[in-house]
């Protein structure tokens, strides 16, 4: 009955921005922390940033600080990853995941949402 669903991927040219968002149903947004993880061709899935469950803490992977801006709003059970400046390695499918707090470790989300794809190529 929990459920994650991301929107808001697609195809962009290098350079651009897209906002992904997370919606969750089944359960209230404001008790977890939001992780964004990514998986792209050949690849494992990464972790690329992680939001408190009251947006006081974040945390981004080293390959998207500056670049990326995690964010979420309670109220409409809905959180969101700003992804700008984007380059064509940041192609990947990307998950968002739920935690009681912000983990490195990928297997302690126990709820996730089934992607979307972004691809960005000129």
């Known amino acids: 009955q929990l459920q994650l669903v991301e929107s808001g991927g697609g195809l962009v040219q290098p350079g651009g921005s897209l906002r992904l968002s997370c919606a969750a149903s089944?359960?209230?947004?404001?008790?977890?922390?939001i992780g964004w993880f990514r998986q792209a061709p050949g690849k494992e899935r990464e972790g690329v940033s992680c939001?408190?469950?009251?947006?006081?803490?974040?945390y981004y992977a080293d390959s998207v600080k500056g670049r990326f801006t995690i964010s979420r709003d309670n109220a409409k059970n809905t959180a969101y990853l700003h992804l700008n400046s984007l380059k064509p390695e940041d192609t990947a499918v990307y998950y968002c995941?739920?935690?009681?707090?912000?983990?490195?470790?990928?297997?302690?989300?126990?709820?996730w949402g089934p992607g979307t794809q972004v691809t960005v190529s000129s």
């Open positions: 939001i408190s469950s009251a947006g006081g803490s974040t």
């Open positions: 089944g359960f209230t947004l404001d008790d977890y922390a």
């Open positions: 995941a739920a935690h009681p707090y912000c983990s490195e470790r990928k297997d302690d989300f126990g709820s």
